[in-house]
């Protein structure tokens, strides 16, 4: 027997458990139109995760659901979708502040010297002579390019660092060793 939804949600969604390698990728602003599309607020300027899979795990403050995406498209600095089981402008709107997950296994490949932000948090990074300058906390993305933020322990307090992700600072990525190498100096 199917989990019953609060009757705040679409009827015909799905309760479903978040997957094992969920990855949050956006969450949903507002309806768009009337025929039941609505509008994602992706957390990343590239979101070819929200085009590669058409199931998306919803995150509401009362469950969570599985989404069957019929269709989804860049539309200005947003992403509209459209799923099944969503129906009208009010079955949108129901969905509005939830938060968007997909699986990290149904992302597309990143090409060669391209990396998912999420891979790279959590990597230990040393320098060409092999100090440890710290463990990537978060990046940011400061336009032109996206910085590493490093976190690392100075005096038992801790601290953060901050490194261009460039090829002129960053000499190599190892996912499977988890180490990215750069060429920069724990006093810089």
Known sequence: MAARLPADLPAGLEAAPLPADAIEVGRIADAWGVKGWFKVIPHSASPEALFS????????????????????????????????????????????????????????????????WVDLIGLDVANREGVALGKVKDLLATGPQTVLVLEYE???????????????????????????????????
């Open 154 to 188: 100075e005096d038992g307090k801790p601290a953060e660092r901050m490194i261009p992700f460039v090829a002129a600072y960053v000499d190599d990525v190892d996912l499977k060793a988890r180490k990215i190498t750069v060429d920069w100096q724990a006093d810089y």
């Open 53 to 116: 899979s058409r199931r998306w795990y919803l995150q509401t403050p009362s469950a969570t659901v599985l989404l069957r995406v019929k269709e989804a498209k860049e539309h200005s600095d947003v992403v509209v979708a459209w799923a099944h089981d969503v129906e009208g402008r009010d079955a949108a709107e129901a969905l509005k502040g939830a938060r968007v997950f997909v699986p990290r296994s149904s992302f597309p490949t990143a090409g060669e010297g391209e990396y998912y």
